[in-house]
Structures are given as structure tokens and as C-alpha cells.
């Protein structure tokens, strides 16, 4: 049993970055056995015992445990994960969704190897009461329809039980490669995944159903990695620093880049402020606010580093737009006659944008493509750019987010739960791996456009200020969120961006 390698297993934050489907991690999995020689045995002997050594280090008091098996190669860990824990003298009971008599190859071997023992095991008829610990073993990365029947019967009563639950793989009714649910599916406190992370793990529902998750590569090779291409990438803010190096002790703010913030009508004068303060706390040399003239005033008063400019017409603007580096439009627009004239302006400029909010609508409107911009929407904004509800664009949020990119140019970042960004097709998409439910608050999404503005204004190409901005914007949201979630605003965020954008300072 492999414990000693669980007892060091990485911790979230260490995860591997490359993310495949899951027809690719069957694919590793098929050059490990015939490439390597390595016997798809040994290798489900290995994920049983990665899975068991998660248990007891995870939950070291539990003494019943119930493990739920399907019938595929899942169902084999399942089989070696029970007949360990029995071996260790615990109290184990295997319930067999789906007959036995369709288990097959290795998994059937464990199961005869479970049963050879005098392990406990029946068909699936109820979770006992006194059940401390689920395994769930019944899906794995294989589901491609929604559950019914008797199998969601047994993952509703698994949800509703007291027990904690551990997922093998995937959770069960999780989709490996879009982290959509199918039909239902059952939340485990925690996941293990094996050779290859499956990019359904981190976006959409993912997170939601898979817990924490751990990865063990099963001792593979190495250079079986070669043969799949990777289908996504995990980032997050510890890899995405290397962008901000230490400054040249000689730097002036002329060095850095100036953002124009283009937003605030009437009503809305927050937005923009947030948005201009993100900018400037990631680093922007300059930051300007072409708002209302009636905010300008005030604006000032609240950040008096900002240059705050009222505007009225395309004309007042336009030697703004001609000072700028990068211009971020969007933040608190609106859709009147003033925020259309004025985005109209700003979208004629010829200069390097971040699109968010109704600056958005405009695109609707009026569609374009262009390599230098990046987009910023939630789901109901791709939903509208794309033509799609957005339950369509969460039911696939990679689709969607290649989509926008293939239809908008430049880069796109799709918001919400494991944040999307895809720019050029030299890259596979980007899914941040960090951030909070306490983000999804009002005036989150305007300080993330003032960041990633900022970073592109410092010289980062349009696709790594996204990908840069997005994981220290999430990182900045988890260290507001160590007091609490609920009722986190989107300035508390802002002392954080500070500190996270000074990786060396």
C-alpha cells in the first residue's frame, strides 16, 4: 500500500496544471498499460490504495464505511480500497450498484479478491444509518448521460445521509470534461484523481461537487505526458506572479502604462471608481475616470490619485482616449444615449481594451473582432453574445468560452465558478483553480477589469494580463474571504491586490 506517498500528496495548491478530458486520461491510461507495461491491475491496486490512505489520513476516527460501486473500472478501485480497509480492521460494507455480473476484467478480479476475504457486500439496497464514511465508486470519468433510476436513487440517498463522502476519480453524476451535473449528482467533501486531473473538476459545478481535490499519478512515467496533448491548463496566482517581476529601482510612472476607465452614468458611480482603484492597485502608472460630470467631484474626493474627468460628449473624450494606454469600458456605462456615444468613441480609439458589463452590450449590438481587446462576461453576457441562454454556456463553459474567442478575437474570460480565459489557439484554455462564493457580489467584476487593465497597460500581452489578472483578483478574493465569506465586498479586495502584486517586494 502506498501510503507514504498520500502522506506527502500536494495540497490544492500544488496540483499539477495540466488538465485533460476524459477520454484523454483513458488514453494515459492505455499507454501506461501498453506502453509502459504496466499491468491495469497494479494500477487500480495503486489508485485503491491512494484512495484508502486518503481515508485514513483524511478521516482517521471512522470505523464504518460504505462504499457504493458501480460496475466499470471505478467500481474496481472501490473493490481494492474495501478489501484494504478491512485488511486494516475496519468495519467495511460494499454495496454493488448494477449486478454483479456485469463487473469485468481487473474489477472483477478485485471484487472475487474482496469476496475471496469474507468482505461484506450486497446489492445496493439503502445506506445503513450507522455508516461513517461513503466512498463513492461508481461512475468515474466514464458517465455520458444523466443518472435515473435505481443509480440516482442511491447517489439522493448518499446526499441526504449524515456521512461524509469521499469521491474516486469523479464524483458520481459530475461530467469529467464540462463540470456539468447529469441529472443529479453527489457532493463529496473530497476528490482523488488519478494519472491526469479532468478539467470538469475546476469550473462550473465542479467545485462545488468535487470538494478538495488530491492527485496521485499512480508512479506512471513521466514521459507518457507526451502523448496526449493537454486539453486545459490550471492556473492560479503562485504560477501567475512570475509576471510581475521586482521593478527597476530607476522606473518611472510613465513606465507603467496609463488606463482610462470609460463608465459611471448616472446612478452608477461606483462601478467605475472600483474599476479605476483595481487598475491602480495592480500597478497602472496612471490611472484616469472619464465619467458624468456630476460624479467627477465626488470620485475625486474617494481616491484622490485618480484623475477624474466629466465628460458629455464623444468630443470631450477624445483627448483622453488619445493620452490613453489601455481603455476599460464598461464599468457602469449604462445603455443610454451618453454611455452609447461615448463606447461607440472608445471602441473606434484603436487602442488595446478590457470590455465588461455594457460595454458588453454594445458588442451585441454591433458584433466585431479584434486581436487586442479582452472580454470579461458572466454567463448571461457570453449567453448574449453568443446568441444562447446561459444555462447553454454553463452546460459547457470551455465550448463557450472557445466560442467567444472564435467569434470576438482576442481574449475571452468567461466569469464565475473556475473562471475561463481563452486567447489565441497556441494555448489550450485557462481555468483558475482559486476564488470564492463570497465573490459573487456586486462591483466584483469592475475591480477585476480595472486589474487586468492595469496589467495590460504595465506591457503583459492581452491573454497573460487575463490569465494574470484573473488568478490575482481570485487570490486577492480568498484572502479578503479568511473573515468570512458572506458579505464580502469587492473593496475589501483591494489591500490584497496590493500585497499579492508585490510577489518579491
Known amino acids: ?285 496612471r490611472v484616469s475616470l472619464a465619467t458624468r460630470p456630476e460624479h467627477a467631484p465626488l470620485l475625486n474626493l474617494a481616491r484622490p490619485e485618480l484623475m477624474v474627468h466629466g465628460v458629455r460628449t464623444a468630443q470631450d473624450l477624445q483627448p483622453l482616449l488619445e493620452r490613453a494606454t489601455v481603455i476599460a469600458l464598461g464599468p457602469g456605462l449604462g445603455r443610454a444615449s451618453w454611455g452609447r456615444e461615448l463606447g461607440q468613441a472608445a471602441l473606434d480609439a484603436g487602442k488595446p481594451l478590457v470590455v465588461d458589463a455594457d460595454g458588453l452590450a454594445l458588442l451585441v449590438e454591433n458584433p466585431m473582432r479584434r486581436d487586442d481587446w479582452v472580454l470579461t462576461p458572466h454567463p448571461g453576457e457570453a449567453g448574449r453574445l453568443l446568441g444562447l441562454a446561459a444555462d447553454a454556456v454553463q452546460a459547457d463553459r470551455f465550448a463557450a468560452a472557445g466560442a467567444l474567442h472564435d467569434r470576438y478575437g482576442g481574449t475571452a474570460v468567461l466569469k464565475g465558478a473556475g473562471t475561463l480565459v481563452q486567447g489565441s489557439n497556441r494555448r489550450p484554455p485557462a481555468v483558475c483553480s482559486e476564488g470564492n462564493p463570497g465573490m459573487a457580489s456586486g462591483g466584483m467584476g469592475d475591480v477585476l477589469t480595472g486589474v487586468v487593465a492595469g496589467l495590460l497597460a504595465q506591457g503583459l500581452s492581452a491573454e497573460d494580463a487575463a490569465e494574470a489578472g484573473v488568478c490575482l483578483h481570485a487570490a486577492a478574493g480568498d484572502r479578503a474571504a479568511l473573515g468570512g465569506e458572506r458579505g464580502l465586498l469587492a473593496t475589501d479586495l483591494l489591500p490584497h491586490l496590493r500585497r499579492l502584486a508585490n510577489p518579491d517586494g
Open 1 to 285: 500500500m502506498h501510503t507514504d506517498e498520500i502522506r506527502t500528496m500536494p495540497d490544492k495548491g500544488r496540483l499539477p496544471h495540466a488538465l485533460y478530458r476524459g477520454d484523454e486520461v483513458r488514453e494515459l491510461d492505455r499507454v501506461a498499460i501498453e506502453g509502459q507495461g504496466i499491468a491495469g491491475k497494479v494500477l487500480m491496486e495503486r489508485a485503491g490504495a491512494a484512495a484508502f490512505a486518503l481515508i485514513r489520513r483524511r478521516w482517521p476516527e471512522a470505523d464504518k464505511v460504505c462504499v457504493l460501486c458501480g460496475v466499470g473500472n471505478n467500481a474496481g478501485d472501490g473493490y481494492v480500497a474495501a478489501r484494504l480497509a478491512m485488511e486494516q480492521g475496519l468495519d467495511v460494507l460494499v454495496l454493488q450498484l448494477g449486478g454483479f455480473d456485469r463487473l469485468q476484467g481487473d474489477a472483477l478480479a478485485n471484487y472475487e479478491a474482496f469476496e475471496g476475504l469474507g468482505g461484506a457486500m450486497r446489492a445496493y439496497d439503502g445506506i445503513p444509518r450507522e455508516t461513517e464514511l461513503i466512498v463513492d465508486a461508481v461512475f468515474g470519468t466514464g458517465l455520458e448521460r444523466e443518472v435515473a433510476g435505481p443509480w440516482r436513487e442511491a447517489l439522493e440517498a448518499a446526499v441526504v445521509h449524515p456521512a461524509p463522502v469521499i469521491a474516486i476519480d469523479m464524483p458520481s453524476g459530475l461530467h469529467a470534461d464540462s463540470g456539468r451535473v447529469l441529472g443529479f449528482g453527489l457532493k463529496a467533501e473530497c476528490t482523488i484523481s488519478f494519472i491526469g486531473l479532468k478539467q470538469g473538476l475546476f469550473t462550473g459545478e465542479g467545485p462545488e461537487y468535487a470538494g478538495e481535490v488530491f492527485f496521485n499519478a499512480l508512479e506512471v512515467p513521466a514521459l507518457i505526458y507526451s502523448s496526449v496533448i493537454l486539453s486545459a491548463r490550471r492556473i492560479d496566482w503562485e504560477q501567475q506572479s512570475q509576471f510581475l517581476a521586482r521593478r527597476s529601482r530607476s522606473a518611472h510612472k510613465g513606465d507603467f502604462g496609463h488606463v482610462l476607465v470609460l463608465g459611471g452614468d448616472l446612478g452608477f458611480s461606483g462601478a467605475v471608481l472600483m474599476a479605476g482603484e483595481g487598475a491602480a492597485r495592480a500597478g497602472a502608472g
